[in-house]
């Protein structure tokens, strides 16, 4: 991870991990994805703990592996990606797979160690691996049980988790770094003089590793075992939903653009233009919030291993740490941009339980006071009537204790839609409290506004209530005049309705 050309005998950070690339998004739904994941032979693997750490272990080879091909120098990467698959796998399957994970690290070690010419035999090799995979594994142990905590305590919200998500894997790869490092020292992998420039870049490497890959990892992990620790893996669903048919014109555009940015660095060889692939920020928060969550987890991986490949290709060793804070931008951008489409309907969903009555659906008490006095602003700036209808049903009371709440409840419900027919989309319906309900009708003089009660009126009277009383109301008509506020346009209304039940009730006055 050095800077410098001196070489430290480093194991990790390593470069970037494999791509998801052969996953067709646009092509890919829920069920070919299950159908994919849920084969006989996944069912007899995941049944049986040997068979699974071996996969682990062949996997987290595997990962290593590719992520060689865009190494820019030896020992040292943009990022690495073995760090989410450990921190997925310890997530959403627990301590049965460490094996595997333990085997990889070693396994590695000994590799390296061989491949660089570290000056130890393979028995010490072997123990510098243990040191190292103590350091890996325990920093990501302790940062995915810090998640399941934050989940299992009833923390489920996107954008909590989202925060959660990010603050531990900033923290969990940060212990990586500090005992690593220190692993790598005590197992004589790496010069003690080197940890002083080893540690940042080591650090937000593991880190991009665990941001960009984890989701990637743990929402295929989701599907291969989607039964266990259901109340956990809920919160980390991906969604694997068809993507949009424009996902492949957005990702391409996004590629093009960041090979664009790079290619300014390599053809400048000016710091500043480097920093020109933060503007790949943009583009990702239009994939995250306009395609499925599974897509953008796909997209930011595919991004990021680009960006590690690039740095290769392009020969921009000396810009590395630029490159690893971008990756870390872009996937926390595109994490926090798949959480605003849940907060916007969560918003909507707060504003229709407060603007909205819960037994009969009408506008509550307090939306519709708002609304009144808006209708009748912009009545009298344009020159038009305003009426309100209060109306309650007759001998309610009676109703709840004769047939009981239920009927009731049941009651007002049917009076509501029944007003609700008789209104225009214009107006508006609201529940003052108990049985009684005003109309707001704009534009509509006291004339039109007595027609539309007798409506209500009659359809109510001559209409059945399955398991109740016949019912009838009584409706008070208040037509807006010279200096008339909300308060007095209703004390009107309320007066006119008093009338008509003193009138022997079921009219209109």
Known sequence: ???????????????????????????????????????????????????????????????????????????????????????????????????????????????????????????????????????????????????????????????????????IAAAGSLLATATGVAALVFGGMMPAADAATVWLPYWIGDMAGVIVLAPFFGAALVTLNPHKTASLRASFNLNHQRATSQFKYKLLLTLTLLAASMWLAHATRSPNSAFAVFFLVIPYMWIASTESAFCNVVSVALGSVAIALLVHVFELKEFSMVYQFAINVIAANSLFALALPTLLADNIALRRIADTDSLTQAASRAHLEQRVRLDMLRCRMQGEALTMILFDIDNFKRINDGFGHAVGDRALKHACNIAQHALRPTDLLGRLGGDEFVAVLPGIDRVAARAIAERIRIQLATSTLEGGPALTASFGIAEMGVGDTCESLMESADKALYKAKQDGRNRVA
């Open 1 to 167: 991870m050095s800077q410098e050309n001196s070489k430290p005998k480093l194991v990790a950070p390593l470069p970037a991990a494999g791509s998801p690339s052969d996953t067709q998004c646009d092509d890919v739904d829920a069920g070919l994805w299950s159908r994919v994941c849920e084969t006989a032979a996944t069912r007899v693997v995941l049944k049986s703990p040997v068979l699974a750490n071996v996969v682990v272990l062949a996997l987290w080879v595997l990962v290593w592996q590719l992520g060689r091909l865009v190494e820019y120098t030896e020992h040292a990467s943009v990022w690495f990606p073995v760090a989410g698959l450990t921190f997925a796998v310890l997530l959403l399957e627990g301590a049965y797979l460490l094996p595997g994970l333990f085997g990889g690290c070693v396994l590695m070690t000994i590799w390296v160690g061989r491949k660089y010419g570290v000056a130890l035999t393979d028995l010490q090799l072997a123990y510098a691996g243990m040191l190292f995979a103590l350091a890996h594994i325990g920093s990501y142990a302790l940062g995915a049980r810090a998640l399941r905590l934050l989940v299992m305590r009833g923390t489920r919200e996107l954008p909590l988790l989202v925060i959660g998500f990010l603050l």
